[in-house]
């Protein structure tokens, strides 16, 4: 019949387009995409938030700053991070001064990626196992010279078309030289090992994230995770607050004014240190959540067959009994995907379900419309031949 070939062909064009999403769909994914995963324990990381003043009331400074790296050093951190780029007013007291207190220090310091070509890099504690896509810029703004005996890594974030920030660079070139992304060289440093990316993808010691894009998707946590492993750097210096020793300390700020806030899939306004902090969770425990390539394959060839399927049942069923077999199968698609998500493992539980539901509506009034037409085919061959009134009460 006529409404099935339909059917078919329904079937078969969501499949194509779930399988090669363009990108409004993509966007919408993505939007499924965000609450799913389940953001890693952030145990034994601290960021320490930098606020508008110091310990003593003053508007915060590079000296403040000095400051309290001194003051975290003594509880011998595993690593330091600076979310913040140490540049300018290179000879001055405050820069000698943190350098200072930077020295000996397993230390990580962030540099943006620029337009205009500059210096050579120092190098970077970063192996490559082939080529990559990674992001690609002429140039890099550095921290100040004094500071190359730590580690320098690109602190840029890069929002998807909506502008949320999913992912953290794995790795970038500046110029010729390959650096590693923050939250890798943080957590590599962390662990005491050197990190590899291949087209494998990133190895941390005995486990390989896969990238997407050169990049590696973290699983945001809520502001009330921020609230409970964040410190101010002012109670710090003032002796308030002390991290704990052996911890992975984070130096940003969720100042408005210092521009680290960024739409992420928990906030419109998460601050940089904190996406830094999930992200290096994620990596020191071995999990991030991943969008796999072939997944949309997966998605559309579900919807394909589960369309010929809802055909096939339907035909043979009742159409109530075929549709609560139906949507047993899209409930076991749905279940299945969102503990898969919630693993780490994206898959849309949503878009699939939603595109069987189009399959099943449009096969329930294809048969409908068809049983009408026979009825009425019946009814007319049976009038030529039997009285009007026996026909309606055959009929009925």
Not at 76 to 101: E, H, N, S, T, W
Not at 139 to 144: L, M, R, V
Not at 239 to 252: C, H, Q, S
Not at 280 to 287: C, E
């Amino acid at each position: 019949m006529a409404w099935r070939g339909a059917v078919l062909a329904i079937a078969a064009a969501l499949g194509l387009l779930l399988a090669r999403p363009p990108a409004p769909l993509a966007a919408l994914q993505e939007r499924v995409f965000d609450p799913l995963p389940r953001p890693p324990d952030t145990g034994g990381i601290v960021v320490i938030d930098i606020g508008a003043g110091d310990e003593t009331g003053a508007l915060w400074t590079r000296a403040a700053t000095a400051r309290l790296v001194a003051r975290l050093a003594e509880a011998k951190p595993r690593v330091i991070g600076l979310d913040m780029l140490i540049a300018g007013d290179c000879d001055g007291a405050p820069a000698r001064d943190l350098a200072a207190a930077l020295q000996g220090q397993p230390a990580v310091l962030g540099l943006l990626l620029s337009d205009t070509p500059g210096p050579p890099l120092p190098p970077a504690r970063l192996g490559q196992t082939g080529p990559l896509p990674l992001w690609q810029a002429a140039g890099a703004e550095t921290p100040c010279p004094q500071f190359s005996a730590q580690d320098w890594a690109v602190m840029a974030l890069m929002g998807d078309a909506d502008a949320t920030v999913r992912h953290v660079p794995v790795a970038a070139t500046a110029g010729r030289q390959a650096l590693p992304g923050l939250a890798v060289a943080i957590a590599a440093r962390a662990e005491g090992i050197l990190p590899l990316i291949g087209p494998a993808g990133l190895r941390l010691g005995p486990t390989t994230f896969p990238l997407e894009a050169g990049s590696l998707r973290f699983a945001a946590s809520s502001p009330e995770s921020w609230a409970r492993r964040t410190l101010s750097a002012a109670a710090v210096l003032a002796g308030e607050a002390t991290p704990p020793a052996d911890a992975v300390l984070l130096i940003g700020s969720s100042l408005p004014e210092r521009g680290g806030l960024r739409p992420s899939a928990t906030s419109p306004v998460m601050p940089s240190v904190q996406i830094l902090a999930d992200a290096v969770a994620g990596l020191r425990a071995g999990h991030l959540p991943h969008r796999p390539g072939w997944g949309p394959a997966l998605e559309g060839g579900f919807v394909a067959l589960a369309g010929l399927l809802t055909l096939l049942v339907l035909v043979r069923l009742r159409p109530a009994r075929a549709a609560a077999a139906v949507g047993t199968l899209a409930a076991l698609w749905a279940g299945a995907a969102v503990l898969f998500s919630r693993g780490g493992l994206l898959l849309d539980p949503v878009l699939p379900v939603g595109a069987l539901a189009l399959i099943l509506l449009a096969a329930l009034l294809g048969r409908a419309a068809a049983l009408a037409r026979a009825e009425r085919v019946l009814r007319d061959r049976m009038g030529q031949v039997l009285p009007p009134a026996l026909v309606s009460r055959l009929a009925a």
